[in-house]
Nanobody, 128 residues
Framework: QIHLEETGGGSVQAGGSLRLSCSAPAYIWRTAVCMGWFRQAPGKEREWVATLDKVFSTRVTRFSDTVRGRFSISGDSGDSTLFLEMNALQTDDTGTYFC??????????????????WGQGTQVIVSS
């Protein structure tokens, strides 16, 4: 089991910014890996937010339509940390944010069921 831990959640007004962090074991950054951010609003299903697709030194990022242009995802192998930079936050961005990882076997899915390891989540509340 890979231990992941999210931090950085909090309360912010619409239009504001937050930066989420996810600590991960250093060794996974030396492999081909999919690192993803997902979120779950109260009463709703977990939804994909963004993915960092890492194969050795090559990194590809993808975003859901709802956050593209506002959020960015990055990874720092030196700190073994995955980040989610969230700007221009909207009330619909409210929810619990989770980071997740799985082996890279050619494609990084946006289906949460295909991710093997999860953090406990960090809550983000965006008020109007």
């Amino acid at each position: 089991q890979i231990h992941l831990e999210e931090t950085g959640g909090g309360s912010v007004q619409a239009g504001g910014s937050l930066r989420l962090s996810c600590s991960a074991p250093a060794y996974i950054w030396r492999t081909a890996v999919c690192m993803g951010w997902f979120r779950q609003a109260p009463g709703k299903e977990r939804e994909w937010v963004a993915t960092l697709d890492k194969v050795f030194s090559t990194r590809v990022t993808r975003f859901s339509d709802t956050v593209r242009g506002r959020f960015s995802i990055s990874g720092d192998s030196g700190d073994s940390t995955l980040f989610l930079e969230m700007n221009a936050l909207q009330t619909d961005d409210t929810g619990t944010y989770f980071c997740a990882t799985r082996r890279h076997d050619g494609y990084c899915p946006d289906n949460s069921a295909r991710y093997e390891h999860w953090g406990q989540g960090t809550q983000v509340i965006v008020s109007s």
